[in-house]
């Protein structure tokens, strides 16, 4: 049993802001994924989680207590660091080992432990060499199995796959997925890639410049991002965002018009996703030359211009035409979404 409350929790060094009144309660054996582009502040709320940062203000509780003032060992927290941090001296085994050790578990059941960890994140094979005698993600996998060697309450992984491959990512993204699952431990995991977080998390958190932008499901953030920062982090493209003006109902822009909107009247920013919208023989609410064509494999890709912006359709795999050739693009009304002109924020639901 888990739970963390993160009650208001701030970190500044002097004037720089590192996180902003983060305040969150996470559910036991929940994983929980933080999302942000660097800078925002995801690594600092993992140190204060861990203990390796005190907390400027606010509380940070464990089950009910109150652990602002614990020394990291006292947290019952394993932490995998951006970088991996592994013992250079000592081998494979050693390094898994090594928390049992600082923690004074019983010597006789060290054996049996590493091995287990090593199994289950397939390093039997290497527990003799040294990290340096190993690939980028055996490294990773040898600091996954020093974080559950120790079977903690808590696990902080950040940013576990950054160093490796595009095809190692996957596999290891979904080993991890399983090992939590298999673990049944609290898991907050960070990372700045939308895919990971989606795939991994129960709940996402979207940060920016310290500050949380958005809590909630992968499919709530995709669906109903909260604004316009969040729109255009979530989802590949990211939403198209298009300034205009509102008038009845209507939402009007160069060479855009669409009817039908539930909004006030003025200037709002529209957004929606290239997979909301196709293209159209004719009389569609976008009507502008081709921007750009892109084959995707299993779609093509039609981006225009509107004013400064570029808006992207997925069209069928078949769809075929030229640069500068005018296309006509159906946007989907209900799967449009209004922001603040100004603020970004979200209008309506
Ligand atoms: N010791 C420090 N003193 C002053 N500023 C710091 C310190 N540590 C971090 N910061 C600043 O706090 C902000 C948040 O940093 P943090 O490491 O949490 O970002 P991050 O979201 O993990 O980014 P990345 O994705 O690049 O790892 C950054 O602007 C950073 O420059
Ligand atoms: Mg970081």
Not at 69 to 82: G, I
Not at 148 to 158: E, Y
Not at 332 to 349: N, Q, S, V, W, Y
Request: charged share 25%.
């Amino acid at each position: 049993m888990a739970e963390i409350q993160l009650r208001n929790i701030k970190k500044r060094w002097g004037h720089v802001v590192g996180v902003d009144n983060f305040d969150l309660t996470i559910a036991d054996k929940e994983f929980l994924v933080l999302l942000g582009p660097s800078g925002c502040g995801k690594t600092t709320t993992m140190r204060m989680i861990a203990g390796l940062e005190d907390a400027t203000d606010g509380d940070i509780l464990i089950d009910g207590v109150r652990v602002n003032d614990l020394e990291p060992k006292d947290r019952d927290v394993a932490m995998v660091f951006q970088s991996y941090a592994l013992y250079p001296n000592m081998n494979v085994y050693e390094n898994i080992r090594f928390p049992l050790k600082v923690r004074g578990v019983d010597t006789a059941l060290h054996d049996e432990r590493v091995m287990q960890a090593a199994e289950r994140v397939e390093l039997t094979d290497f527990l003799d060499r040294k990290p340096a005698a190993l690939s980028g993600g055996q490294r990773q996998r040898v600091a996954l199995a020093r974080a559950i060697v120790r079977k903690p309450k808590v696990f902080l992984m950040d940013e576990p796959l950054s160093n490796l491959d595009a095809k190692l990512r996957v596999s290891t993204r979904a080993q991890i997925k399983n090992l939590s699952h298999d673990l049944a431990a609290t898991t907050i995991y960070v990372t700045h890639d939308q895919i990971e977080a989606m795939t991994l998390a129960d709940r996402v958190v979207v940060m920016k410049k310290g500050v949380v932008q958005q809590v909630g499901s992968p499919t709530e953030i995709y669906d109903t991002p909260a604004n316009t920062f969040v729109a255009s982090f979530i989802g590949n493209p990211a939403m198209n965002l298009v300034d205009g003006e509102m008038t009845g109902g209507t939402f009007r822009a160069p060479n855009v018009e669409i009817a039908g909107l539930a909004g006030p009247d003025g200037r709002v920013t529209l957004g929606f996703r290239a997979e909301d919208a196709s293209v159209a023989n004719a009389g569609g609410e976008i009507n502008a030359p081709i921007y750009t064509l892109e084959l995707l494999g299993d779609a093509t890709m039609v981006s225009v211009r509107i004013g400064g912006q570029l808006v992207a359709v997925k069209a069928d795999k078949t769809f075929r035409s030229e640069i500068g050739d005018p296309v006509s693009i159906h946007v989907h009304k209900d799967h449009c979404h209004l922001f603040h002109a100004e603020t970004g924020a979200r209008i309506g639901e």
